[in-house]
Each structure stands twice: as C-alpha cells, then as structure tokens.
C-alpha cells in the first residue's frame, strides 16, 4: 500500500501527538506518586520485622517428590546515610534444623556470626564490605514505598517512563527503563492509589503487594509474595509484622558479643589426605567445611562423601591420585541425596566409580534434573540397613531430614562417616537448639553400641568425639 504526503504527515502528527499525551500523564502520575509518599520521603534509617515461607529445593526436602517450604524470621535494621545494617534471621529447616545467623556491617567491618552454635560455633565469618548494598536492596523490596524509590528518582520522565491506563480495570502501568536499558514494570490501582506490583524482567522477579495496613503511622503492603526466575508457585510468601523509624542503628547490634572472636578460615582450593586408621584418609581444606574419607582396598578405593560440584570432585580426585597414583577409584558412597552430597558425583562417574547409597537415594538421584543427560553414565549398587562391605558396616535409618538418609561405621577404627545427622560446628560448641533427627541418630549408635572413637562430619567437624556426642545429646531438641 502507497501512502500519499498528506497520510505520511497526519501519522507523524498522530504519534507526536501521543506519545507528547502519554508524557504527561506519566509526568502527572509520577507526581501524583511523589505526594501520596511524600511522608515516607525522609526516611534515612528505619527497622522492618518481617517472617516468610520460602521454597525449599526439592532436592533439599524431606522428600525429594513432595518439596517443602522452611519458615523464616527475620529482624533488619538499615541506615541508608551511614551504610549500616543489621540483620538476624531465624531460620527453621526440615527436621528441626535451628539457624539464629546475626550479620551487620559498620564503618569499618561486615561480619557473620551464629547464635545457636550449631554450624559455625563462636566463629565469625568475614563478609565484603559490599554487603550493604545486597542487603538493603533486598530489604528495600519489602517495603511498597521503599520499591518505588528509583522509579520516582527519574529525571527524565517523558522519555524513560511509558504511561499505560487500563481505564475498565482502574489500573496504571508504569515501564521504567532503567539507566542500564533493563525495563521495570508498575503496576498500580488508582483509587485507591497503591502499588499492586513490580516487574523485574530483567532479573526474573515480580512481587505482589496487597493486605494494605497502617502500622506505626505509615501506611503500606504487609502482605508480599514473590516469584523468583519463572517460578509458577511463590518462591517466598512474605508479611510484614512491624516497621519503625530510626535515628540510627543501636550501635550494640553493629559490633560482636562477647566471646566470638575467631574469624573463620575461607575455603580454599589446597586439599591436603591424611591417614586416620588403617588404610582410611580425610581429605579436607584448612576450612573443614568439606569433609571426604576414602579407604584403600588392594588396588581399588573406596570414597565417602561427594563435595558439592564438579570442580570440588575435581580436586578431591586429584588429591587421591597424588597419594595413590597406581590405584583405582572404584566407588563412592553417599548417605541422602540432598543437592549439596550428590551434585559433585559425575566427575567420579566418568572414572567410573559405581554410586553406592540406599534404594531412596539411588531413585531420587536417577531423578536428579542435572544429571537428565548423563543418567545412563551411571552404575549403582545399593545398600541395606546394617550391610557389610570391605570392613564397613552400612545403616539406613528413616530420619526427619531425609526420607532415608545411612551412616558409614568403620568397625575395627570405630570411625563414622555421617553428614547431616549430627551436625557440630568447629570448636565444638553445644548447640542450644539440636534438631530431633541429631538426638535419634545419638540414640541409635547408643542402642547398637558401637565403640566409637571418632565422628567425621561430611560438614565443619571431621573429629567429633564421643565426649561430645554425649554433650549434644542433652541439647533442646526442636
């Protein structure tokens, strides 16, 4: 179809004219925006209570075909002038796994630290002093007034905000194109006015507010679900319980309590083996947040425990073969198929290493998504309760942290290889709070009596001994 000069003109006309319109209303409603929030304008530093459900991975559940959600607490403080926060946040894990993390950031340091004791112990973990930045923009999200900031900052309105009406529904879409060309989607209701939700195309994320309230004497969402990376369920269902003003951060939070004082080693990539018993080695970095046992059997090895990725595979393999160069990694056992023991195991598969674990286990890594393309690389042979193999005695126990989840016991050493069961964090610390499947596993080693000598924790501790078995034992349980 030709188009004459007159028909050329009147388009240009039209569109000039439309979008010079839409540029105004998006002028008129961003105004309009900055004077309903006006009172929230000031705000420098201020203190959000907030609890939520989040999406356990399914490969972090008791079973891996029924994922379940953990239940969150979480107190924050921020100081957006002085680059100051303070958080602690509760966490409750399958089986009644306790974490009470504190982490804050000040002037000169951002640390990490553990009230329960159960993971890190009076130990303290060195945070980047960017920190700040991550956590207040996570934060921020929380708060329907705070999420808008960066919206009613543009200068250049008419250009880098396209105004949509949906008059029928009552509805204001807002399309900000960022300064990083990344658009950002608002929708909100006109009367009355108030954000409905946020689109973040960019990095995957939209979060519903609504259950609109006045708390403090602020008036905002307490109710905010988020969607992660496509997610068709809630990643995390949110509500917010108390919001307050600040002056500044009580300075009490921004520094460590008494008694924690060591700043813990980071991991690093320089594995060192050690003999242990007869023909049985640790491997493990100066961190031990990695713990792997193998055993040499004549001409064949036996390793127990995969580290969470290939690269880590890669290294524990390597490490073996500096020791044994002549020897063969012929299997490798794994106790539950939790993500983090069972997504380094491809790197001992391809050297073809047979996967030794319990028929739940051997199922669910079938089913394992990362390894859909390679499953048919795999052998396995499974375990049974109290199986006896090359001097190791295998239990298979039904636990509240994985549908089955087994041990390895070391019957002329009187070592156990475990992960998960009794988890106790580097200095031996007691947990206040030990989850109810720790106390089961105590009793059952009690009940078998099994001389024990040493506990290697695939986690943190690789030589729990008795004496402290027995003293976690009489920890609260969940």
Not at 55 to 75: E, I, L, T
Not at 79 to 88: A, F, G, T, V
Not at 192 to 219: C, E, F, M, V, W
Request: with cysteine.
């Amino acid at each position: 179809m030709k188009l004459n000069l007159v028909t050329i003109i009147s388009m240009l006309v039209y569109v000039t004219f439309t979008s010079c319109a839409h540029a105004k209303e998006a002028t008129e409603f961003i105004a309009l925006l900055k004077k309903h929030y006006e009172n929230t304008s000031s705000i420098k530093a201020f203190s959000l209570t907030h609890s939520y459900l989040g999406r356990s991975d399914p490969y972090q559940s008791w079973d891996y075909k029924a994922p379940s959600r953990y239940k969150a607490f979480k107190v924050t403080d921020i100081d957006l002038e002085k680059k100051h926060y303070y958080q602690n946040v509760v966490h409750h894990f399958t089986g009644g796994l306790f974490y009470d993390e504190v982490h804050f950031q000040n002037n000169s340091e951002s640390l990490r630290y553990e009230r329960n004791g159960i993971a890190l112990g009076k130990g303290v973990i060195k945070q980047s002093m960017t920190s700040f930045e991550r956590y207040k923009n996570l934060t921020l999200m929380n708060l329907d007034f705070f999420a808008v900031r960066p919206l009613l900052a543009e200068a250049d309105v008419g250009d880098k905000i396209n105004f949509q009406l949906d008059e029928a529904a009552g509805k204001v879409t807002l399309i900000h194109q960022t300064s990083e060309n990344k658009p950002i989607e608002y929708v909100f209701s006109q009367s009355p006015l108030r954000l409905l939700s946020i689109n973040n195309k960019a990095r995957k994320r939209i979060y519903i507010y609504d259950n609109y309230r006045t708390n403090n004497g602020y008036h905002f969402a307490h109710s905010l679900v988020k969607y992660y990376n496509g997610d068709a369920k809630p990643s995390f269902i949110t509500r917010m319980e108390k919001f307050e003003v600040l002056e500044q951060i009580d300075q009490e939070r921004l520094t460590l309590p008494e008694g924690y004082n060591t700043i813990l080693p980071e991991r690093n990539s320089m594995l060192s083996s050690r003999e242990i018993a007869t023909d049985l080695y640790l491997i493990t970095d100066s961190s031990a947040i990695t713990n792997t046992l193998f055993k040499v059997n004549g001409d064949n090895i036996m390793v127990f425990g995969a580290p969470t990725n290939n690269k880590s595979s890669e290294r524990a393999i390597n490490t073996i073969y500096d020791r044994f160069p002549n020897k063969k990694i012929n299997a490798v056992y794994i106790t539950h198929p939790y993500s983090d023991h069972i997504a380094g195991l491809l790197p001992y598969v391809e050297r073809g290493a047979i996967v030794y674990a319990d028929e739940y286990t051997i199922e669910a890594i079938k089913a394992f998504p990362r390894f859909s393309k390679v499953i048919n690389k795999f052998s396995f042979e499974t375990l049974t309760h109290e199986q006896m193999l090359d001097g190791v005695r295998f239990y298979v126990l039904e636990n509240s942290r994985s549908k089955r989840q087994s041990f390895a016991y070391f019957e002329q050493s009187g070592i156990i290889y475990q992960s998960d069961f009794l988890e106790v964090a580097f200095d031996n610390t007691i947990a206040e709070l030990l989850p109810n499947y720790s106390k089961q596993f105590i009793t059952f080693v009690r009940n078998k009596k099994l001389e024990v000598s040493r506990i290697v924790g695939h986690h943190r501790n690789n030589n729990i001994s008795p004496e402290i078995m027995d003293k976690s034992y009489h920890a609260n349980t969940m």
